[in-house]
């Protein structure tokens, strides 16, 4: 299914968010600005802003060589709202200063866009049991 995202370049060195292969599961977008924060974390710019589809989400997930910079994701896994329409960005905390942090034109993130559901919370006085049950983190030993 073809699903069209309208994409607006905000800088001229912006790029579209590309596959390298036609079997990757989601596009790399690339850096267009970074500032040092001065604080351990470092703030990257994408250059592009998007119009998402109706009842659709965008993630911003780490690459996986993202091990070789010392960089971890401020948020884990970034979301863009269908509603948001500012430029797409991405904090990261430099945990490893001796490792080389990304720089403007290298590849930070990978994008996905997938279909938002739409959810209804029923309140209740009881749930029914299981055998985990009330077991939280960390609870079956692994």
């Known amino acids: 299914i073809l699903m069209q995202i309208k994409f607006k370049a905000l800088y001229d060195t912006?790029?579209?968010?590309?596959?390298?292969h036609d079997t990757d599961a989601a596009y790399?977008?690339?850096?267009?600005s970074k500032e040092d924060l001065g604080d351990g974390r470092i703030k990257y710019g994408l250059g592009f802003a998007l119009q998402l589809p109706a009842m659709t989400k965008l993630n911003l997930r780490p690459r996986s060589s993202?091990?070789?910079t010392g960089l971890i994701l401020s948020n884990c896994i970034g979301l863009g709202d269908e509603g948001y329409r500012g430029e797409y960005m991405a904090v990261f905390y430099h945990v490893i200063p001796t490792l080389p942090a990304y720089e403007v034109g290298d590849r930070i993130l990978q994008i996905e866009v997938e279909q938002r559901n739409n959810l209804e919370f029923e309140v209740v006085n009881e749930l029914t049991d299981?055998?985990?049950d009330t077991g939280g983190y960390g609870s079956t030993g692994n």
């Open 66 to 68: 993202i091990h070789k």
């Open 130 to 132: 299981t055998t985990r």
């Open 28 to 32: 790399d977008v690339v850096a267009t």
């Open 14 to 20: 912006t790029l579209l968010p590309y596959k390298t």
